[in-house]
């Protein structure tokens, strides 16, 4: 007997995230935090990709975006120093959703908490150990040293997881030089805004608006709100920086000098912070009874995506860990969240590197690659295409059997389903993150085999307008584990479909 099913060693948004999957498949895990308060440096500005449509999937989107208190972004988003613009298009591949990082950990934690688990704030994992059946946490906690037994435990305990060294796992990659901080500050009454949105600075002369290039780096000037500056600098530096200080006005100051040679006059800061990039990847996600999540799995070197590739590695981890704990995993089920999530993790790196080819070269070369790039978007093809592939709505986990159906490992289509009761659709089927068997076609047949897991999957029937498939089979997460062409044999659909229920759902 353990004292928890499922530690999570940090209560960041992957870790908070797994918390909720867990809480709605029927785990209480606990999270251990070492923080004693919820964080206070600024991070992330939003969410973007597919974990919105998961989001929505679960019926929890409404929630997400009532916390947002900035106008909803353009539809356009960075790209390695140029620009994926999808103002051209009535549906944007890429969704985005400004909520500065506290506001997305609130509510995170709420939704958690109401879902059962228990958050211990104030409580350092110090080591772990693992037997063959159970895990163990030694814990610092307001009172003392304490051990934790658990079944599982997931370590969300960021980029320099302790938990990812204390197992073992490497974590391989590189770090880049460049130092990125941005500012957001009050107009000093020496600085004028000139109608072109250059700033006329009294003693020293013209800074111009959009990026200026130096030999020590760039600087960015912009405003989006009057009386409200928006500035950034981009510097090779040496320095390792962790995330958690936060950057100072002195520190922004010294930046803007060294690549500018002079100052500008600041006014009052609303909100400063500083990031890097780095590009690594663990070779592993699990070591026996202990897998690793969010940045403690990868760190991308670009913005805008790592909270995207963190969540939704929980979304695919929890249903499975679910699984074990209720008893009904198949064998092998667990080392499937190493190879879907460490392949959607090497499809996340491959673009944001592809971006750090494009944003830092600096000769003519490097310009004329920009350039082609951002002729090339203009086509509605490839401007989809690189949307998807940043939202990460691509991502298809690869297949065991080539002969399985083309949707197979996909994201599940959000169809409209017109049924006995009233008309739904398949993000309204899996608000309860249970797998479903959906039957497009009358197919009595295929519905009779799947009652026979019908303890642990729900059967729905459903007419949809030209449908891609007779019956599809979906996991938790929203990836299709089994579908069925059109008109498919009885014979061929009953024998796959078993075999895709067995796999996935258990004997
Ligand atoms: C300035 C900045 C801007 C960013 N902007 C964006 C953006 O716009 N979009 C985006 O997607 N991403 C952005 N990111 C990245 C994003 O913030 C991270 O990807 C995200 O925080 C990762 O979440 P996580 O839960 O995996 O790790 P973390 O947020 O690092 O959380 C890990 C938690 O584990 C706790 N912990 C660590 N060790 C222990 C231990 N031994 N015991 C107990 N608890 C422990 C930590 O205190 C922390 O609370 C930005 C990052 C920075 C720094």
């Given at each position: 007997m353990t004292d928890t099913d499922v530690i999570i060693v940090g209560a960041g948004p992957t870790g908070l995230m797994l918390a909720g999957e867990l809480g709605l498949a029927g785990?209480?895990?606990l999270v251990l935090e070492r923080h004693p308060q919820a964080r206070e440096t600024p991070k992330a500005h939003g969410l973007a990709g597919q974990i919105l449509q998961l989001l929505r999937y679960r019926g929890a989107l409404a929630r997400f975006?009532?916390?947002?208190?900035?106008?909803?972004?353009?539809?356009r988003f960075p790209f390695g120093g140029v620009h994926l613009d999808f103002t051209q298009l009535t549906d944007s591949p890429l969704q985005a959703l400004p909520l500065p990082q506290q506001g997305l950990e609130r509510v995170l934690e709420e939704r958690a908490s109401e879902l059962g688990a228990e958050i211990r704030r104030g409580h350092e994992v110090l080591g772990v150990r693992q037997d063959e059946a159970t895990v163990t946490?030694?814990?610092r906690g307001p009172d003392g040293v304490y051990e934790v037994t658990a079944r599982y435990l997931v370590g969300c305990d960021g980029p320099r997881s302790r938990v990812r060294e204390l197992v073992g796992i490497e974590f391989p990659g590189v770090t880049y030089p460049e130092v990125n901080r941005v500012a957001m500050v009050t107009l000093p009454d020496s600085v004028t805004m000139l109608d072109n949105g250059d700033?006329?600075?009294a003693g020293f002369g013209t800074v111009s608006a959009g990026f200026t290039r130096t030999d020590r780096g760039v600087l960015g000037v912009g405003s989006l709100t009057p009386g409200v500056l928006f500035l950034s600098t981009v510097e090779d530096e040496p320095t390792e920086y962790d995330d958690d200080v936060p950057m100072t006005m002195d520190e922004f100051q010294a930046s803007v000098r060294r690549v500018l040679g002079a100052d500008?006059?600041?006014g009052d800061p609303i909100r400063l912070?500083?990031?890097?990039?780095?590009?690594?990847?663990?070779?592993r996600y699990r070591a026996g009874r202990i897998m690793v999540a969010g940045d403690a799995a990868h760190l991308l070197p670009a913005t805008g995506v790592a909270l995207n590739a963190g969540m939704l590695d929980t979304v695919n981890l929890a249903w499975k860990l679910a699984a074990e704990i209720h008893g009904w995993a198949p064998e092998g089920l667990l080392d499937t969240y190493h190879d879907e999530r460490h392949f959607a993790g090497a499809r996340a790196l491959l673009q944001t590197q592809a971006q750090v080819a494009l944003r830092r070269g600096q000769d003519p070369a490097a310009e004329a690659l920009r350039a082609v790039f951002q002729e090339l978007l203009v086509d509605e093809q490839?401007?989809?295409?690189?949307?998807?592939?940043?939202?990460g709505s691509d991502i298809r986990y690869p297949r065991t059997d080539p002969d399985e159906h083309a949707l197979t490992g996909a994201f599940a289509p959000d169809l409209t389903l017109h049924t006995d009761e009233g008309t739904t659709s398949v993000a309204e089927l899996l608000h309860t993150a249970r797998p479903v068997f959906l039957d497009l076609a009358e197919r009595a047949d295929l519905r009779e085999i799947a009652r026979e897991w019908a303890d642990r999957i729900d059967i729905r029937q459903g007419k949809t307008g030209d449908r891609p498939a007779d019956a599809v089979l979906?996991?938790?997460?929203?990836?299709i584990a089994w579908a069925a062409t059109i008109d498919e044999s009885a014979e061929t659909a009953a024998r796959t479909l078993r075999a895709a229920l067995s796999r996935w759902f258990g004997a």
């Open positions: 785990v209480r895990p975006e009532a916390a947002t208190t900035d106008p909803m972004p353009a539809p946490a030694e814990v700033l006329e600075v500008i006059p600041l912070s500083r990031f890097t990039f780095k590009a690594r990847h663990v070779d490839p401007l989809r295409r690189m949307g998807a592939l940043v939202a979906i996991r938790p997460d929203a990836h």
